[in-house]
């Protein structure tokens, strides 16, 4: 895909004052920073790219998403896309499949040159009484986007290998604006993860199966939450993937500090905490909410937030949202106020941050702490 490639060093931590704080502190991210807030100056009124003058070799970052819209996210030079393989879409009765909605998704972004994660869910979003049928449609599903040459999409550019396993199983109730995530206990959902991670592998062994990520995992998060993941951990989930996942949502600049790692190292407690090998790990959801008094720390949380996740061993990181891409009527307030273009179209400051560390920082083959302090 024509990238650039760089090696990205990182100082941080253990850092003895304020005043060396903030001498030190993420030389790069400071770095990024002082040329986002005095460097770039913001259009009025931004041009629309025009998506036919695209090349396939266009340098899209591949460590950043989300490429939705795909025209803002042209803009941005993101490249990491999520989408869902539904088996109550995808197979139309048992055994039949229609995959014809998901190999327009796929190849709608791959033709631009993007990367695609796919996140899998079972019918009704629980365990399946008929396991093996489950495995069944799941080895079909991975079939189809494998690369192999043997039933795969007419519409495939290159093979898709990263395969999510449902999406915060420990949401079990509905809103206005979001169904239930899984319906089942701790166990059930390490039986769904077991018997998804044995059919990807059997359809291709070289897959990365990545796990759901808990809708929050700090030390505030509600009870039952923590209780829930831990269970997880307990049945044994750490054999049946390959790579970790978080999501840090917030709502405004009051629920996180610029020094934030997006919650990477309370998930990696988790893990090691229960015998987990250290695994690579994703954000595939991140928001970072912001009042307008509060928008210039959102931006540099944003790419000092970024910098540190990837120095705690973070591949990609994918955005929640660009901006709304359904009435706000229907949305909460929280991700309203998360989104790097406004309702009115204007782009806040966290765009043009988002932007800058795209150029900057966002492909490279590995992140080398500098040092423990000054």
Same mark, same amino acid.
């Given at each position: 895909?024509?990238?650039?490639?760089?090696?990205?060093?990182?100082?941080?931590?253990?850092?003895?004052?304020?005043?060396?704080?903030?001498?030190?502190?993420?030389?790069?991210?400071?770095?990024?920073?002082?040329?986002?807030?005095?460097?770039?100056?913001?259009?009025?009124?931004?041009?629309?790219?025009?998506?036919?003058?695209?090349?396939?070799?266009?340098?899209?970052?591949?460590?950043?998403?989300?490429?939705?819209?795909?025209?803002?996210?042209?803009?941005?030079?993101?490249?990491?896309?999520?989408?869902?393989?539904?088996?109550?879409?995808?197979?139309?009765?048992?055994?039949?499949?229609?995959?014809?909605?998901?190999?327009?998704?796929?190849?709608?972004?791959?033709?631009?040159?993007?990367?695609?994660?796919?996140?899998?869910?079972?019918?009704?979003?629980?365990?399946?009484?008929?396991?093996?049928?489950?495995?069944?449609?799941?080895?079909?599903?991975?079939?189809?986007?494998?690369?192999?040459?043997?039933?795969?999409?007419?519409?495939?550019?290159?093979?898709?290998?990263?395969?999510?396993?449902?999406?915060?199983?420990?949401?079990?109730?509905?809103?206005?604006?979001?169904?239930?995530?899984?319906?089942?206990?701790?166990?059930?959902?390490?039986?769904?993860?077991?018997?998804?991670?044995?059919?990807?592998?059997?359809?291709?062994?070289?897959?990365?199966?990545?796990?759901?990520?808990?809708?929050?995992?700090?030390?505030?998060?509600?009870?039952?939450?923590?209780?829930?993941?831990?269970?997880?951990?307990?049945?044994?989930?750490?054999?049946?993937?390959?790579?970790?996942?978080?999501?840090?949502?917030?709502?405004?600049?009051?629920?996180?500090?610029?020094?934030?790692?997006?919650? =990477?190292?309370?998930?990696?407690?988790?893990?090691?905490?229960?015998?987990?090998?250290?695994?690579?790990?994703?954000?595939?959801?991140?928001?970072?909410?912001?009042?307008?008094?509060?928008?210039?720390?959102?931006?540099?949380?944003?790419?000092?937030?970024?910098?540190?996740?990837?120095?705690?061993?973070?591949?990609?990181?994918?955005? =929640?949202?660009?901006?709304?891409?359904?009435?706000?009527?229907?949305?909460?307030?929280?991700?309203?106020?998360?989104?790097?273009?406004?309702?009115?179209?204007?782009?806040?400051?966290?765009?043009?941050?988002?932007?800058?560390?795209?150029?900057?920082?966002?492909?490279?083959?590995?992140?080398?702490?500098?040092?423990?302090?000054?």
């Amino acid at each position: 895909m024509g990238y650039v490639k760089a090696s990205l060093l990182v100082g941080e931590e253990t850092l003895r004052s304020p005043t060396c704080k903030a001498v030190c502190l993420f030389t790069l991210a400071l770095l990024i920073t002082s040329t986002i807030f005095t460097s770039i100056a913001i259009p009025a009124q931004q041009s629309s790219i025009s998506l036919e003058d695209v090349k396939l070799t266009k340098g899209l970052a591949d460590r950043l998403g989300p490429f939705s819209p795909i025209e803002e996210s042209l803009e941005l030079g993101v490249s990491w896309a999520r989408v869902k393989g539904d088996q109550a879409i995808i197979e139309i009765s048992k055994g039949v499949y229609d995959f014809s909605e998901l190999d327009l998704e796929v190849s709608t972004y791959q033709a631009l040159g993007g990367n695609v994660l796919i996140t899998i869910f079972p019918k009704n979003r629980e365990k399946p009484s008929d396991v093996e049928a489950y495995k069944q449609f799941v080895k079909a599903l991975v079939e189809r986007y494998d690369g192999d040459g043997y039933e795969d999409s007419p519409l495939l550019k290159y093979p898709v290998k990263y395969w999510e396993v449902m999406n915060e199983p420990d949401i079990q109730f509905s809103t206005a604006w979001m169904p239930a995530m899984f319906k089942g206990p701790p166990e059930d959902y390490v039986d769904v993860l077991k018997a998804t991670y044995e059919a990807i592998k059997e359809a291709d062994p070289e897959a990365k199966v990545v796990i759901a990520a808990p809708s929050i995992i700090n030390p505030w998060a509600p009870p039952d939450t923590l209780e829930f993941w831990e269970e997880v951990m307990e049945h044994g989930a750490g054999s049946y993937f390959d790579v970790g996942n978080v999501h840090f949502i917030t709502g405004t600049e009051s629920e996180y500090s610029e020094d934030t790692d997006f919650d =990477v190292s309370y998930y990696k407690e988790l893990l090691s905490s229960h015998g987990v090998e250290e695994k690579p790990l994703v954000i595939t959801e991140l928001q970072l909410g912001a009042t307008e008094s509060g928008e210039e720390k959102q931006a540099r949380a944003l790419v000092k937030g970024c910098v540190r996740a990837f120095a705690e061993g973070v591949e990609f990181i994918m955005y =929640v949202e660009i901006k709304a891409l359904e009435p706000s009527t229907k949305l909460p307030e929280e991700l309203i106020r998360s989104f790097l273009i406004d309702l009115s179209g204007r782009r806040r400051p966290v765009f043009y941050a988002f932007k800058t560390m795209t150029a900057l920082i966002g492909d490279f083959q590995s992140v080398v702490k500098l040092s423990e302090g000054c």
